[in-house]
């Protein structure tokens, strides 16, 4: 029996020691396999065990026997995230927060609920309905993915360009640190001025500083009327005129790309309908608040007009709820369509006025290194956040189209380096974009990273290998 299996045994009979009963603790293969991986297909599950607790004060019993016995912890949401930030690949024991998905609270006047971190998003956006009030992060995984791992990456999505990133909404939350202290930070205030601001380092930190178990969050009145427009571009630099035009004229909830692979992928599936006959290389898709007639009428005229300039070949809008259902599908369908061709991904970003160049630069990249390389576009456009995806020839291994990925990887992060961009706008960095941090954050600032990681978790254990070494 190896050094970390026995710390493990001693660690399970501990916590039944202490209450925890046979349902918060799996060590069948199947179990160590399902919760010790996220959607990314790079490493291999090599989980301990998986614990459940079932509040604040069994995450800090649990962290607490770990640092005695020198065990790694890996936190887990609803796996979702693309840069393996939740992958348990060196015996780890993972702490999922499954059971840990109640409202405990909703506080009318200050349009604040609080809840515990393992709940859905999705979850969260229909208590926030049912109150009358709007929780706006929203994104293709909110059927799967927890609001404690939307933390962890500050999670952005669709509707960035009006409400912003995860950060946005967090007013308070409680923590259990790496080194098993119960923090409560900022306690749902507004206004608090009595220095550091300590809950914005633990969003973003993707666990390395400690788990996130309870969360006060801020929502919006709702939306009214939400209308949806597709557009067909002939040129990428149009979607960009495109985007100025409207915004000139009136406040969009999202601006969202994708191009005619994407659109050829989904078509192929049945599950989408062309939104219109004439085909186009690229495709815009807008959302906005149309509440009065002049709104519509405006949202027309701006479409006239870039017809006019040639900006636009066709489009549609929605007429009724549904129909702009049907349309959203044409965007957030396109990650689980494209998934059986075992693309490799980057979520990376630059400033909006930069990117038409970028991407321009990224294509001539991508064909001059490996022009049998299918390439699928789509992103956050009105935020500057793309999603390169390149598609898996069938007469490649997976193994092998990683590796030759991975040369197209360094191109592809020089670029961002180049434009002063991010190599991971929403997913993180956990271990996939770890090599390529540099191109981010200099050498100076991973040293302050490193610094606060010390002091919330001096031993090491929280997400050892993510974000940096």
């Not at 791992?149 to 509707?159: F, L, P, R, W």
């Not at 007429?319 to 494209?338: F, G, P, V």
Request: aromatic share 10%; with cysteine; hydrophobic share 40%.
């Amino acid at each position: 029996m190896t050094a970390n299996q026995t710390a493990i045994n001693t660690l399970i009979e501990q916590l039944r020691q202490q209450g925890f009963d046979e349902h918060q603790i799996k060590t069948d293969a199947d179990s160590l396999g399902f919760w010790g991986k996220d959607w990314t297909k790079h490493f291999e599950p090599n989980a301990s065990a998986i614990v459940f607790p079932k509040s604040t004060q069994q995450v800090q019993a649990i962290v607490k026997l770990c640092n005695a016995l020198n065990i790694v912890i890996t936190p887990s949401g609803g796996r979702t995230g693309l840069s393996a930030g939740a992958v348990a690949a060196n015996g780890e024991v993972v702490i999922s927060l499954d059971k840990m998905n109640k409202v405990l609270a909703f506080y009318p006047a200050d349009r604040m609920v609080e809840v515990e971190a393992g709940i859905v998003t999705k979850a969260l956006q229909d208590f926030a309905q049912q109150q009358g009030l709007y929780y706006p992060v929203d994104f293709a995984s909110a059927g799967s993915s927890q609001l404690g791992g939307n933390i962890g990456t500050n999670a952005g999505g669709i509707k960035v360009i009006k409400y912003g990133m995860t950060r946005n909404w967090i007013l308070g939350m409680t923590v259990v640190t790496g080194k098993g202290d119960i923090l409560h930070l900022n306690k749902g205030m507004i206004k608090n001025a009595t220095g550091y601001d300590l809950r914005h380092l633990f969003i973003g930190a993707e666990g390395t500083l400690g788990i996130v178990t309870e969360v006060q969050v801020k929502l919006e009145r709702q939306p009214k009327n939400l209308t949806v427009m597709v557009l067909g571009v002939p040129e990428f630099a149009n979607i960009m005129q495109i985007l100025s035009a409207f915004q000139s004229k009136m406040d969009l909830t999202a601006f969202e790309f994708f191009d005619d692979v994407a659109v050829d992928k989904l078509l192929a599936t049945g599950h989408v309908q062309k939104p219109f006959e004439t085909d186009a290389p690229f495709y815009a898709l807008l959302e906005f608040e149309a509440p009065y007639e002049p709104i519509m009428d405006m949202a027309m005229q701006i479409f006239e007009d870039c017809m006019s300039e040639g900006w636009v070949l066709d489009g549609v809008m929605s007429q009724s709820i549904h129909q702009a259902q049907e349309l959203w599908k044409l965007r957030e369908y396109i990650s689980e369509t494209i998934s059986v061709f075992t693309p490799y991904k980057n979520d990376i970003s630059v400033l909006i006025s930069r990117v038409p160049e970028f991407i321009a630069d990224i294509d001539a990249i991508v064909s001059q290194n490996y022009p049998d390389f299918q390439v699928c576009w789509f992103g956050h456009i009105g935020d500057g956040n793309l999603h390169l995806n390149i598609l898996k020839p069938e007469n490649l291994s997976k193994d092998e189209f990683f590796e030759k990925c991975q040369v197209v990887n360094q191109y592809v992060f020089e670029t961002v380096q180049k434009y002063n961009g991010s190599i991971s706008a929403e997913h993180g960095v956990g271990m996939t974009k770890k090599p390529y941090l540099n191109y981010t954050r200099p050498d100076e600032e991973i040293d302050y990273l490193r610094a606060i990681k010390q002091v919330f978790d001096p031993n090491g254990i929280m997400n050892r290998g993510k974000i940096f070494d």
